[in-house]
T-cell receptor
Framework: QQQVKQSPQSLIVQKGGISIINCAYE??????FPWYQQFPGKGPALLIA?????SEKKEGRFTISFNKSAKQFSLHIMDSQPGDSATYFCAASGLGNDMRFGAGTRLTVKP | DSGVTQTPKHLITATGQRVTLRCSPR?????VYWYQQSLDQGLQFLIQYYNGEERAKGNILERFSAQQFPDLHSELNLSSLELGDSALYFCASSENPGGESTFGSGTRLTVV
């Protein structure tokens, strides 16, 4: 069963633009929401993560927005660069629960 | 280097064969997870171990099995291999179940 739904499946953004990827979850027991970045042929790497006690977390050009009541969270990449071109996965887990991943979004940033 | 070591990096084998993939978790991590990623697909959770015990099972086929040893390394055994089993297999580890996971660089399995 898919407990984390991610959209869009693919995204093309111009250099300098804002990339936005959305995720929705079902299990209210989830309390940890990371985003992973994966380059071709590499393993996913943790990019940024948030817990539901805050509504937003920013690290450099990457921001997570979290809406607990709607059970949704999103990744915003500001000033997108060609080097950001990768596949992004959202995920959700709770203590004792295995981490559930979204289906992934392939981001292409055009120069 | 993420600290999670997977071997081998590449594996080519014939249908019907059996292979073993190995994972050494990051130092201090007790949980190990296995994922399968087919071409252009997402991460399919297979199985999780915590301190030697199976903790959660995902979409793992009966032909597949895994274990975590006392030194915390883990092995994923794939048997009666089929062409459709060709994929990247990732191992990840975390200190606690459901906590921040660190991924290895994966084993690319090709079944011919």
């Amino acid at each position: 069963q898919q407990q984390v739904k991610q959209s869009p499946q693919s995204l093309i953004v111009q250099k300098g633009g804002i990339s936005i990827i959305n995720c929705a979850y079902e299990n209210t027991a989830f309390d940890y929401f990371p985003w992973y970045q994966q380059f071709p042929g590499k393993g996913p790497a943790l990019l940024i993560a948030i817990r539901p006690d805050v509504s937003e977390k920013k690290e450099g050009r990457f921001t997570i927005s979290f809406n607990k009541s709607a059970k949704q969270f999103s990744l915003h990449i500001m000033d997108s660069q060609p080097g950001d071109s990768a596949t992004y996965f959202c995920a959700a887990s709770g203590l004792g629960n295995d981490m559930r991943f979204g289906a992934g979004t392939r981001l292409t940033v055009k120069p | 280097d993420s600290g999670v070591t997977q071997t081998p990096k590449h594996l080519i084998t014939a249908t019907g064969q059996r292979v073993t993939l190995r994972c050494s978790p990051r130092s201090g991590d007790l949980s190990v997870y296995w994922y399968q990623q087919s071409l252009d697909q997402g991460l399919q959770f297979l199985i999780q171990y915590y301190n030697g015990e199976e903790r959660a099972k995902g979409n793992i086929l009966e032909r597949f099995s895994a274990q975590q040893f006392p030194d915390l390394h883990s092995e994923l055994n794939l048997s009666s291999l089929e062409l459709g089993d060709s994929a990247l297999y990732f191992c990840a580890s975390s200190e606690n179940p459901g906590g921040e996971s660190t991924f290895g660089s994966g084993t690319r399995l090709t079944v011919v």
